[in-house]
């Protein structure tokens, strides 16, 4: 499995971040493209792995 640049939690915070900074108007309009850009990276990257997850606890937990 490769490794991602972001742990998932890493992500999270890092959403959390940018989120926050938009809320208390704390990005310029150059600078919003760029975080919304990089919020959409950091959430396919965590659904990636959430799906990645998803199916090794399915595997670990085969239905019988």
């Known amino acids: ?3 991602a640049p ?3 939690e890493s992500a999270v915070l890092e959403l959390q971040n940018i989120v926050q900074q ?3 108007g ?3 309009m ?4 760029e975080r919304a850009r990089h ?3 950091l959430i396919r990257l ?3 792995r959430l799906r990645e997850l998803e199916t090794e ?4 937990f085969p239905e019988g």
Do not use: G, I, P, T
């Open 39 to 41: 919020a959409a990276a």
């Open 6 to 8: 972001f742990s998932y």
């Open 1 to 3: 499995m490769k490794k």
């Open 22 to 24: 938009l809320q208390e």
């Open 30 to 33: 150059d600078e919003l493209a």
């Open 46 to 48: 965590c659904r990636e």
């Open 26 to 28: 704390n990005v310029s």
């Open 57 to 60: 606890v399915d595997s670990l």
